[in-house]
């Protein structure tokens, strides 16, 4: 029993876990202090101010002492720092994120609930399809014996890797929407439709998928495109490749060498697309006002409403976390390397 | 003399030579823009929602500003903040990376722990948490902002040269003739990574532009000047796409992307001068 | 009987604006059963002369004339399916920096099966096994490498197995480049020994390219030694080491056989100036220029040719 909790794979687990833990806590550290460390304290103005920004029509006085009230004693902001944050990481394990002020009075909590299944019905297929295409065409750049192709196919997949994921959701809802009125303007269904588990509101939404998963997977699949064409060149000209050739292995077997080993370190390439994507998608949505956190953050600056936007960080953060360490994870049984140095099979 | 010797570095790499001839042109087109401007980039001094013609290079958007001038002047503070964005985390990399690969020992560890927490953290979302608790959002706080989150790619690069310098000959004799450590990094390491350095800060500032255009987007941009990424977002409030008003839409974002190009194929460019490999077929 | 003729061989690597002429008309024989060595600076075209004896020919290298005659048959005649073939089949190779000659992320028993059942796909995995197993006994290393990665294994563990999955397939012909240069000594002669044995058991012949004539010569019957991409000596291993008639060789040996007894010589130095440029090589001896005995008659080429026997020399003064 002690035997297998010190074997390589559950140490290395542990660190992983550990590492990530000190991101998360890092992360959701910097949010709550930094605030607190700048003149003018946003967070007590942001208080302070909930006496002009609450729903619509005036602020009714009792109502709104009572919320500054909530927030001060939620905040603990009557309280020395090392409490307040004490508190803060309290609400942050639980998920409590507070009410909304631009939702009021809905909780932080529910609207990410809503929210984050469209955002990972987004960013989980544009990922997957993004990093296969995309290798799959930068392997097939790099086989390509013509150089014109090769160099052509580089610069087209510089050029859509560095397109900003929101710039192209404006040239696809142009050409589209406006132009071709093929696919809606935004939004996550119809107007006016109520959501329900029929085919027809499935299609309404697939509908309005399109664009926005566009959007994203143009853009990973050129960025995928030049790490794997550049890894299959780089194994390509690697001497086991000339010693399995000059030992009479086919050329079809030797592709399949290649790639195999091109395409290892894209698989922890696309831990760092996610970080990337996750960040573009955020104002991808508000573009397309596709009812994901990205919409839900974009609302939360508009209307400057804290909760709402340190909310929907976290949960975006607690996704990029979980992501990096399910690929960490995948990358020790796919890598034979890796995969014999922890579990020694 | 220059001119052969700028001649023989362009001609080891097309790459280099394609990307600054991009990025000098994103140059010379907003520094002709901003010359033969009559007027302020933000002022209305013709009809709203024109398409391009002869007078209006680039028509005008829903406030009759002339988007041709709009952008000219965009490019250059979309620059200025790339620039200095770049410069503090190119610093600010420098500073983590050289010490790291120096030191050696637990204070790499540390360093380099410290490095990939926050490269882990997905980017974009801290910046709009971050930059929506700035009261002030002018250029200055914004790129420092940006610069802050965004030094750990440069931290791995200088680090892994410092490291790999760190074991050469003349360091130890410098260290021999008594050199401090801080001596050492700056007259010997640095002066050697000069490369590394400048091909990091190309790579720094083409992120930096990103970057600010996507908190432009999303709301959190500079209040009082225009960058690529605030007439962006302008043309997302005003609806642009709706009204087909694809002369709002295009330049900013295409010059946007254009400039993260070039930068990123002067990148690869003076990789490609400085650390020279054997062409294979 | 001629295992391997070389005729008239050329190869040149192609860059932006030149050739660089590596092998510019290289004639040999290598017989049954025997080693030759095949010894020279740096850039001398060793390793390029080793590509072009297994038709293995890549750019920016091309093949520009001359013959690979293996048993018979002209390799360069050949359609590209059957000089596959013969790859591993009849010639075998065994890289310098045999490190980076083993797939990375394929256990050496897969290797060797990929490699097996590309010339035979019936090739049933036990038998290939056994096999493996008995190959690797006579490169001296144990069934449970095979199991092992690349990583897990040492430098001269690494080597062996090279040689060993090279040998896999029975070829009649091996060319090794550089096989001991970057391992210890020890190491280095258990190389040695290993090449021997399979010589012996095997009936094979080697084609031993190197720098290193003092390793070498510990296993070679002749020596050819190679300057600017030209032969010019071969002989018996002993005689050209103790009676060089090149003055290249001369210096070579000079070098060499004051120092054998205390210090192994790894690289050739001492012998003053550079070989010339190969993408623009002299007209006439490419030695010249560094030869104490040029004389006018030496810008012309000098023809290699047969002296006292099995000897042969290219060079003016010895021609007389």
């Known amino acids: 029993m002690r035997k297998k909790f010190t074997s390589p794979i559950y140490i290395f687990l542990l660190r992983k876990v550990g590492f990530y833990v000190l991101c998360f806590f890092v992360a959701t550290f910097l949010i709550w202090a930094i605030p607190r460390l700048m003149p003018g304290d946003p967070i007590r103005m942001f208080v302070s101010q909930i006496y002009s920004s609450i729903g619509s029509g005036g602020p009714v006085p009792e109502k709104t002492k009572l919320l500054y009230e909530y927030y001060v004693k939620k905040f603990n902001l009557d309280k020395p720092y090392y409490i307040q944050y004490f508190t803060y990481l309290q609400s942050i394990i639980t998920f409590d994120f507070s009410t909304s002020i631009a939702f009021y009075p809905a909780k932080v909590i529910d609207l990410v609930k809503m929210a984050l299944p469209w955002s990972l019905a987004l960013l989980i297929p544009a990922e997957i399809v993004g990093w296969i295409i995309g290798n799959y065409l930068g392997a097939l750049a790099a086989y390509s014996r013509r150089e014109k192709i090769n160099n052509v196919a580089l610069y087209a997949f510089l050029f859509i890797s560095q397109t900003p994921y929101y710039w192209l959701a404006l040239m696809l809802a142009y050409i589209f929407a406006f132009q071709f009125h093929i696919f809606p303007f935004g939004g996550g269904y119809s107007w006016g439709v109520t959501p329900s588990l029929t085919l027809s509101f499935i299609l309404d939404v697939v509908w309005h998928y399109v664009l926005p998963f566009l959007s994203l997977v143009l853009v990973i699949i050129g960025g995928q495109a030049i790490g794997m064409r550049e890894m299959v060149i780089y194994e390509l000209g690697s001497e086991y490749m000339y010693y399995g050739k000059s030992l009479g292995v086919k050329d079809s077997k030797l592709t399949k060498w290649a790639f195999r080993n091109a395409i290892l370190p894209q698989v922890t390439g696309l831990a760092l697309s996610i970080g990337s994507a996750v960040g573009g998608q955020v104002v991808t949505e508000a573009v397309f006002g596709y009812p994901g956190i990205g919409t839900l953050i974009y609302t939360g600056v508009l209307r400057e409403d804290y909760p709402l936007i340190q909310g929907g960080f976290t949960i975006l953060l607690i996704t990029t976390l979980i992501a990096n360490f399910v690929i960490d994870i995948l990358y020790v049984y796919i890598d034979p390397r890796i995969r014999r140095a922890y579990l020694g099979e | 003399m220059y001119a052969s010797a700028f001649l023989s570095v362009v001609r080891k790499s097309l790459n280099l030579l394609i990307g600054l001839l991009i990025f000098l042109s994103i140059i010379t087109f907003s520094i002709v823009g901003i010359m033969t401007a009559k007027h302020g980039p933000l002022e209305m001094v013709d009809l709203e929602n024109l398409p391009p013609s002869p007078q209006r290079l680039l028509g005008t958007d829903s406030f009759g500003r002339d988007l041709f001038v709009e952008v000219s002047f965009g490019i250059l503070n979309s620059l200025r903040i790339g620039v200095m964005a770049g410069l503090i985390a190119t610093f600010i990399g420098i500073v983590i990376g050289a010490t790291a690969g120096f030191k050696g020992g637990i204070v790499d560890e540390i360093l380099n722990l410290f490095t990939n927490v926050i490269l882990v953290l997905p980017a974009l979302p801290l910046l709009i948490v971050l930059g929506s608790y700035l009261r002030i959002r002018n250029e200055y706080f914004l790129s420092l902002l940006i610069g802050i989150i965004s030094w750990p790619w440069t931290a791995r690069a200088i680090r892994a040269q410092t490291y790999s310098l760190k074991t050469r000959d003349f360091i130890d004799v410098s260290r021999i003739s008594g050199l401090s450590d801080l001596e050492l990094i700056m007259l010997d390491i640095l002066p050697n990574m000069l490369s590394y350095i400048v091909m990091a800060f190309a790579l720094q500032m083409g992120g930096a532009i990103l970057s600010e255009a996507g908190l432009s987007m999303i709301g959190l941009g500079p209040t009082d000047i225009v960058t690529l990424g605030m007439i962006l977002r302008w043309a997302y409030l005003w609806e642009a796409v709706r009204r087909g008003m694809w002369w709002w839409i295009v330049p900013p974002g295409l010059i946007i992307t254009l400039t993260s190009v070039s930068l990123l194929l002067i990148n690869i460019g003076l990789d490609e001068v400085f650390n020279p490999r054997l062409k294979r077929g | ?320």
């Not at chain 3, 290797?111 to 995995?125: R, S």
């Not at chain 3, 000594?185 to 390219?209: N, T």
């Not at chain 3, 300057?227 to 001369?250: F, M, Q, R, S």
């Open chain 3, 1 to 320: 009987m001629e295992e391997l003729e070389v005729e008239g061989l050329r190869g040149f690597w192609q860059s932006r604006r030149s050739y660089v002429k590596a092998v510019d008309g290289v004639t040999f024989k290598v017989y049954k059963n025997e080693i030759v060595g095949i010894v020279g600076e740096s850039g001398c075209g060793k390793s390029t002369l080793a590509k072009l004896l297994i038709g293995l020919v890549e750019p920016p290298l091309q093949y520009i004339d001359g013959k690979v005659l293996i048993e018979g048959i002209d390799l360069y005649k050949l359609p590209e399916k059957k000089r596959r073939r013969i790859n591993g089949e009849v010639i075998s190779y065994v890289p310098q920096g045999a490190m980076n000659a083993l797939n990375p992320t394929k256990r050496i028993i897969d290797l060797i099966t990929d490699i097996v059942k590309e010339h035979n796909n019936k090739y049933p995995k036990e038998q290939i096994y056994k096999d493996a197993t008995k190959n690797f006994e006579e490169v001296g290393l144990s069934s449970d490498v095979l199991n092992m990665y690349p990583f897990e294994l040492s430098g001269g563990m690494k080597q062996r197995a090279v040689i060993g999955i090279s040998v896999m397939l029975n070829p009649k012909i091996l060319v090794v480049d550089e096989p001991t240069s970057a391992l210890d000594v020890s190491s280095q002669k258990v190389i040695l020994k290993l090449l021997w044995k399979l010589k012996e058991e095997r009936g094979m012949s080697m084609v031993f390219i190197t720098h290193d004539i003092a390793t070498v010569r510990q296993i070679s019957s002749r020596i050819i030694v190679m300057y600017a991409g030209k032969i010019v000596e071969i002989g018996k291993t002993e005689d050209v080491i103790y009676n060089p008639l090149h003055p290249y060789t001369k210096m070579l040996m000079s070098a060499v056989v004051s120092l054998e007894t205390e210090i192994r010589k790894r690289k050739i130095e001492g012998i003053p100036g550079a070989p010339p440029d190969l993408s623009n090589p002299p007209t006439g001896c490419r030695f010249a220029p560094r030869c104490p005995y040029a004389a006018s008659m030496c810008e012309k080429e000098p023809p290699l040719i047969d002296v006292d026997g099995d000897k042969k020399v290219a060079c003016w003064r010895v021609i007389k």
